[in-house]
């Protein structure tokens, strides 16, 4: 079944440590974008890249880096971890960057100690 | 700034109707989508208007006014597994998603 693949599904992580979330999609989409998701907040957009060999910063870039080397993968590095960046991470992916349905991962939770 | 307003929780009962509003303002308008996140899983689209009107699709519809920056998501023939939190986003005028905190909708028997 087509879609995107996100790992780990779940991690603990001491502060300071580096830590990369793994993405890839199938569907051959050109933009996708990681988001993370806050109790009682919106999902926030942290990086995106409309096509491969391009990224852009989101809402809330800092202490997040990304790259994306071919069209299916899209990783999320986090240089070195923080409290504050504990939180839900989702990838999404979609076929335009100018509107269309987004297709999300099924998340990562990690917990920065 | 760019903001979207949606209730924070509704509760309703299994069998009924439910309105989910959202109220928006922000630069530009590209579109607004609904999508249904339940518990621990990843939100998965429901809607997308960028016009005026209702979309209806089975039993949940969608209705948009851009000249009043509102939107509602209807859901019918409410059932549990209804039970989930509900997205609003808009496009802007540079095609970025802004993201309402959801609503938690909450069904009872």
């Known amino acids: 079944i087509a879609g995107i693949t996100q790992a780990p599904t779940s991690q603990i992580l001491a502060a300071g440590r580096r830590m990369t979330l793994r993405c890839t999609q199938d569907m051959r989409h050109n933009a996708m974008y990681w988001y993370r998701q806050d109790l009682g907040l919106g999902l926030r957009l942290i990086h995106y890249s409309n096509t491969a060999g391009t990224t852009g910063k989101g809402e809330v870039p800092d202490g997040y880096s990304v790259s994306r080397a071919n069209t299916d993968d899209f990783p999320l590095t986090l240089a070195s971890a923080v409290p504050s960046q504990t939180s839900v991470y989702f990838c999404?992916?979609?076929?335009?960057?100018?509107?269309?349905?987004?297709?999300f991962g099924e998340g990562s939770r990690l917990t920065v100690l | 700034g760019q903001n979207i307003d949606q209730p924070t929780e509704m509760t309703a009962t299994e069998g009924a109707i439910v309105q989910i509003n959202c109220t928006y303002q922000?630069?530009?308008?590209?579109?607004l989508f609904w999508y249904q996140q339940h518990a621990g899983e990843a939100p998965t689209f429901l809607s997308y208007n960028v016009l005026d009107g209702l979309e209806e699709k089975g039993r949940f519809s969608s209705f948009l006014s851009r000249s009043k920056g509102y939107s509602y998501l209807l859901l019918k023939e409410l059932q549990m597994k209804d039970s989930a939190s509900y997205l609003c986003?808009?496009?802007?005028?540079?095609?970025?998603?802004?993201w309402g905190a959801g609503t938690k909708l909450i069904i009872k028997p």
């Open positions: 986003a808009v496009m802007d005028s540079n095609y970025q998603l802004i």
């Open positions: 999404a992916s979609s076929d335009s960057n100018q509107g269309g349905e987004l297709f």
């Open positions: 922000t630069s530009g308008f590209n579109g």
